[in-house]
């Protein structure tokens, strides 16, 4: 199963930018859909974003849509999330995920492994 390690969180200001990077090991990530979760204090882990294996697929959640992209270098083994324009509400812990096939996942079900996540905290 493929190990999957986030890293770029942190603190931003309202109207800030983070770059999130998903390393993967133990396999490769060439033919896996992969994606973005989420969840914020009290809340269910939430769909952020995915890409297909090939990069021709991605999905956003509607909340982040305009504002963060998603992409992938398979030669890397590394998925990235560019997080623009900020807002409090995007205050939430982030998981790298791995859909359980080579199609981007249109919801946080289709995943079927994370990682251990990292922390973005938005301040107003």
């Known amino acids: 199963q493929v190990q999957l390690v986030e890293s770029g969180g942190g603190l931003a200001h309202t109207g800030g930018s983070l770059r999130l990077s998903c390393a993967a090991s133990?396999?490769?990530?060439?033919?896996?859909?992969m994606g973005w979760l989420r969840q914020a204090p009290g809340k269910e882990r939430e769909f952020v974003s995915a890409?297909?294996?090939?990069?021709?697929?991605?999905y956003y959640a509607d909340s982040v849509k305009g504002r963060f992209t998603i992409s992938r270098d398979n030669a890397k083994n590394t998925v990235y999330l560019q997080m623009n324009s900020l807002k409090p509400e995007d205050t939430a812990v982030y998981y790298c995920?791995?859909?359980?096939?080579?199609?981007?996942?249109?919801?946080?079900?289709?995943?079927?492994?994370w990682g251990q996540g990292t922390q973005v905290t938005v301040s107003s």
């Open positions: 995920a791995a859909s359980r096939t080579s199609a981007a996942p249109s919801k946080a079900a289709d995943f079927g492994s």
């Open positions: 133990r396999r490769t990530i060439s033919g896996i859909g």
């Open positions: 890409i297909s294996w090939s990069g021709a697929t991605i």
